[in-house]
Nanobody, 119 residues
Framework: QVQLVESGGGLVQPGGSLRLSCAASGFTFSSYSMSWVRQAPGKGLEWVSHINSGGVSTYYADSVKGRFTISRDNAKNTLYLQMNSLKPEDTAVYYC????????????WGQGTQVTVSS
């Protein structure tokens, strides 16, 4: 069965960095686009970033553009999100999601990893 397992979250000071990972199994990872989506406390889901199956095309929400980098290693079935210059407003649970066809269309989600940006 499809499994997506995030890791790498934690507590970091403003301006700091974290690298999230999402280990995928149960499907042909290299055939699917993937996204990162986050949910801040008391708020709805917010799309963060998207990468196509080959890793060539990437897209970012305006709120993270220039600070976050999405990447993938298809040989390792792993998705990454490098987060730099973190801000308190980046505090959220971060989820990786398997894309069905287009951005915003997901059929599987991970359990999420908490990122807290605070001094």
């Amino acid at each position: 069965q499809v499994q997506l397992v995030e890791s790498g979250g934690g507590l970091v000071q403003p301006g700091g960095s974290l690298r999230l990972s999402c280990a995928a199994s149960g499907f042909t990872f290299s055939s699917y686009s993937m996204s990162w989506v986050r949910q801040a406390p008391g708020k709805g889901l917010e799309w963060v970033s998207h990468i196509n199956s080959g890793g060539v095309s990437t897209y970012y929400a305006d709120s993270v553009k220039g600070r976050f980098t999405i990447s993938r290693d298809n040989a390792k079935n792993t998705l990454y999100l490098q987060m730099n210059s973190l801000k308190p407003e980046d505090t959220a649970v971060y989820y990786c999601a398997k894309v069905v066809a287009n951005i915003g269309e997901y059929d599987y989600w991970g359990q999420g990893t908490q990122v807290t940006v605070s001094s």
